[in-house]
């Protein structure tokens, strides 16, 4: 059975940074892209950022490009969000996913399994 189950989400004040986790069991990780994506209340659910298997390819939303960092740890099986400079903008759910043709894409539909999402919530 596949999990992925996201943590390290919480309630920071702008300016503040927050450290993503994203643990996998249950598919071989380092065959996989992992993506985060975010909804925040009343909106879409949107990209966020994309890294291939090798980690040697990565993606990011305009909106978070040199504040956030995506990255990977294959023997840990677990894919991190580094989140700096935080705005109230950012406050969302944050869900972790994985994809199996293992490039790193932005499009939500190509993801094959996606965790449970934690809340990260920025204050003014």
């Known amino acids: 059975q596949v999990q992925l189950v996201e943590s390290g989400g919480g309630l920071v004040q702008a300016g503040g940074s927050l450290r993503l986790s994203c643990a996998t069991s249950?598919?071989?990780?380092?065959?996989?892209?992992m993506g985060w994506f975010r909804q925040a209340p009343g909106k879409e659910r949107e990209f966020v950022a994309a890294?291939?298997?090798?980690?040697?390819?990565?993606l990011y939303a305009d909106s978070v490009k040199g504040r956030f960092t995506i990255s990977r740890n294959n023997a840990k099986s677990t894919a991190y969000l580094q989140m700096n400079s935080l705005k109230p903008e950012d406050t969302a759910v944050y869900y972790c996913?994985?994809?199996?043709?293992?490039?790193?894409?932005?499009?939500?539909?190509?993801?094959?399994?996606w965790g449970q999402g934690t809340q990260v919530t920025v204050s003014s």
């Open positions: 890294l291939s298997w090798s980690g040697g390819r990565t």
């Open positions: 249950g598919l071989a990780f380092n065959k996989y892209a």
């Open positions: 996913a994985a994809e199996s043709l293992g490039g790193g894409v932005f499009e939500a539909k190509r993801y094959d399994y």
